[in-house]
DNA sequence: TATGAATGAGGGTTCATTCAT
DNA sequence: CATGAATGAACCCTCATTCAT
């Protein structure tokens, strides 16, 4: 990479990471590009040379953060000898959970702003490794069903939204449980989901 | 009602109103309250008489037409002769369903905004009368469960994340599918987490 | 008129002077709304109360201050007792030229805008009075010819221009001529522009 | 001209085009430096090794473009066996009044800009051949009146003005008249004023 | 010479809020 | 109570110009 574009990567940093904390404390909408780029520590116009709007900046911190947080998750799960598909999914959800229950701000950012789309997206982009190479999170799912999930996107769809909008609302404002509870809930309700959508032979 | 209170009860409606269509045709953050009051054909600074700034009506708003789905839905039901349990929170959620899928921009309001918090406040306020008076439905709905089921209130609440969140998606983005399918998946889904909470004798 | 009204005569009256003296000092370019109400002691917002941008204003000055120095030739013309049709015409030429070359800044102002469409426009609304009240400028035109001229207003269009065009380059940079030796040449050769236009009996 | 020369040509060429383009299409105001260089292919920072900023582009093109109409007009009446002074006049009138029409772009760029000095700029700089080489415009037309014109200076710039400013409005606005019936009418104008130029033996 | 990333002053415009009427 | 003219802070965005490469 030559200096120039090490420098400009640096500048989209600086602006992406100034845009995060004050979205996250003050919301998006009161953050101006002004704040943004003068906790940046760069001038307002160079804001432009970056990105459209502030909405780009958010969409561009979704894909990125969410990406993060589903790539350590399933780093984790390598990392581990668990085997069964169901038991694999609910490590995952636990993962992510207990991720965003340390970072309740991050969780407030993603979830707040993840729509199916922008998830789907993100997973596209998920880079895990093995001894081969880079891997595709989505086929890799598909490969670790092994056939026995029909409608494998409907049901991660039901999973994801099912987890996403009960733990926004647990994790931020304790309603009606605590994360404990719904996780005792949330995970029979998922391999009852699981099951359903599994084929029998 | 005396007549200064039925000008102040016209003037409000008028301004709250004027605030829904605008905000589901231009958006919150796009409407200002000069349009408001423009669009309410009242002067700009009377807004300040009813409300302290538009989120205050958002607000106001929001708790008012999920009270009315609620209520049209729970209405249909009670003219219906439906007698499961199961058969009756699905025939809500399908009554709903088809009232937002007629209204995406109501959709879109409500859902946006929609928390636990609020749609408790909401369910509290919904009335339904009966040959007796008003009826209590958070009260109702534990009465009709003939005590058969445990953790009532969990199982609304991860009901309700379920569809509300996979309903957003799917009636304004058509993501993954249509509503039709959506309903398709939902429903045995939702018929599967219900039996989970029943109480086996 | 009532206390407000006044009051908004005296806002609107403060723009259009402030911007008409810095229109003509610094150039319309380089005047900015923020200068224009700056000068004229009110909040910059307040501009848009009254006008839509700097080029509205242009406008309306244009055609006031065209209007009040035509108003004036015709004034001093009535005053006089000059009978005939074409001395009319040299007498308000030359009247307007000396009041222009009095003002050079107006002159500039007024000739780089003016369109015959605007010059039209103005001249219907030059206010003269007589003994029986309003008069209407162009209609008093046609009657000043007493039938003898074909085509008024080619004529009228024709002298305008020649008039404009030449008396601009003249008094504002003195190129080729200066003022007196472009009169001395000018008004023979709109005798006989006029002359061609009459109708010979 | 030297390889470097060559390129330094071209550059200047392709900003000037450019410039051209953007100035007729979108007007000067709304022309960027950034916009010119974007269309021409061409980094920034390398206009200012050209020119100091738009309006020594503009005034460059003016005078070029005025040059450019003018030596076409001259050029045809060479080709033409036209013999009198008065119909040389015209002729040139005629034909440059047809191409702006034609260009109506060019005529607003040019008419709008054009001043007696600019103008005497560039027929300076009319470049017209005979046998015996370059020939000066300005002393061709002193020869052509044959010394029967009397200031032939002060009969050009009148005619001049007179048309440009007439053919301005009515090319642009077709006001108060269409080309074809303002030609009607000017030319008489200016047959006669010729005839009063002319000294009569 | 040529580049184009970076600058930051300055433009236009909006708008919540106030307050004299 | 109701009005709407006035305010001026705050916003977004553009752009001529510089300068390290």
Known sequence: MGKVEENKKKKKDAIVNSAFSLFINNGINDT????????????????????????????YLIRRKATQVFERAIEDLEASDIEEFDDKIIFIIDNV???????????KFIFKNLSWGLFRHSMEHVQVYDSEGQIDIFGKFNELTDGKIRNVEMLLFLIVELVSSTAYSVILYKQPVELPELKEELYPVIRQMIHLYTIND
Chains 1, 2, 3, 4 share one sequence.
């Open 32 to 59: 101006s590009i002004a704040d943004i780029m003068k906790k940046a520590e760069l001038a307002k116009g160079t804001f432009y040379l970056y990105f459209k709007d502030k909405y780009e900046v958010r969409d």
């Open 97 to 107: 959970l207990d991720q965003l229950d340390g970072n309740k701000i991050l969780l």
